[in-house]
């Protein structure tokens, strides 16, 4: 398995969580008055909403007993890879949760890399031909994958597929995706990674 994208450098040096946080804090810190231009002060905006959205579910959410019991089940080593930006909404909505389900389990060890800055290793996993994110892709200790998950909960994925076909714009669905996310609280997620984890070997 010397060709899977698990022995790459980057994949293996890349970010613990703490240390994503840590990138977003020290943007949050320095404040919109840095920023260039009116795209900048856009983006700017979604990193501190989204550092926010991150903090309050990591706060609040509690595991299942279900998904602890699954992930507490899994016997052999993964490495979960998690790409993603810190301005992309969907990634505050669910790695939290992702985060908080890895940690149920010391044999899980979760890495994150930036989208934009490994575009050849994010244009393995494509979803329907784009660079949706966040995408999870989790391996084996020899660098065999496991199953790959994002870059939202199915439910979400069909309301966003629903808005589109009727010929709403993002501004118009955005909105009622975010709240979905609200209303939901990870459940699907969770119902989705108990699936994915229960059809691994231990």
């Known amino acids: 398995m010397s060709d899977s994208i698990y022995f790459d450098n980057r994949v293996q040096n890349g970010m613990s969580y703490e240390e994503f946080l840590d990138t977003i804090r020290e943007k949050v810190d320095a404040g919109a008055g840095n920023q260039k231009t009116e795209n900048d002060e856009k983006l700017f905006g979604y990193v ?42 969907d990634s505050a909505q669910n790695l939290p949760y992702i985060v908080a389900i890895s940690e149920l389990n010391p044999l899980i060890t979760l890495k994150i ?40 909960p199915q439910a979400a ?31 699907s997620l969770e119902e989705e990674f108990v699936h994915l984890l229960s059809n691994q070997s231990r």
Request: glycine residues 6%; proline residues 4%; contains cysteine.
């Open 157 to 187: 994925m069909d309301l966003v597929k629903k808005a589109k076909d009727l010929g709403e714009t993002s501004a118009e669905f955005i909105p009622k995706v975010h709240s979905w996310y609200a209303q939901n609280k990870g459940a």
């Open 113 to 152: 890399i930036q989208r934009d800055a490994n575009l050849d290793i994010m244009d393995l996993y494509l979803t329907n031909g784009s660079r949706s994110i966040p995408k999870l892709v989790a391996f084996s200790e020899n660098g065999t994958e496991l199953f790959q998950w994002g870059p939202r």
């Open 48 to 89: 501190e909403l989204n550092y926010s959205r991150k903090t309050r579910i990591s706060k609040t959410y509690t595991p299942s007993e279900t998904i602890q019991s699954v992930v507490e089940s899994i016997l052999e080593p993964q490495f979960w890879l998690v790409i993603t930006e810190d301005w992309c909404g």
